[in-house]
């Protein structure tokens, strides 16, 4: 993700922006793949592999992405609803896969802070992926149901 200035650990979800338009366009099997290879191949990159880091992301993708398939299938949710979905459960996740590993329930107290900058940044990457799933609609390239 791109970090925002001022304020340590947040970034912006860009690369769900990504993950949505292939959920719309490619179904539930190509979302998860990118996920997870997502994950592998940003931490093999930064060479986190199976650290820490690569546990948080993993943990964070596929809670996120389970619920964002749940909620697309139950509701008619707008790609942003779903990004603020998936940006609420991936820092839930990450949460939950931290407090795993340092057996400490103390970083339940970053979760308001993560999921106060996640919600405006999962309201932007859902904005992005709406306007573009928007315009491949608009010229045919696909045809799949968008609930705005």
């Not at 947040?10 to 338009?21: H, S």
């Not at 940006?87 to 106060?116: C, D, E, K």
Request: proline share 4%; charged share 10%; with cysteine.
């Amino acid at each position: 993700g791109v970090p925002i200035p001022g304020v340590p650990g947040v970034k912006f979800g860009l690369a769900n922006t990504l993950g949505l338009i292939v959920l719309y366009m490619f179904g539930e099997k190509s979302f998860i793949q990118l996920g997870i290879l997502r994950v592998l191949f940003s931490t093999l990159l930064r060479g986190i592999f199976l650290g820490i880091g690569f546990w948080l992301s993993l943990c964070g993708v596929l809670l996120s992405s389970l619920v964002v398939m749940l909620l697309k299938r139950i509701t008619k949710m707008s790609p942003i609803g779903l990004s603020v979905g998936s940006a609420t459960f991936h820092n839930i996740g990450q949460i939950l896969a931290l407090v795993f590993i340092i057996r400490s329930w103390g970083m339940i107290y970053w979760l308001p802070l993560m999921l106060l900058t996640g919600i405006p940044t999962g309201i932007i990457t859902g904005m992005v992926s709406k306007m573009i799933l928007t315009r491949f609609k608009k010229w045919r390239t696909h045809d799949y149901e968008l609930y705005i």
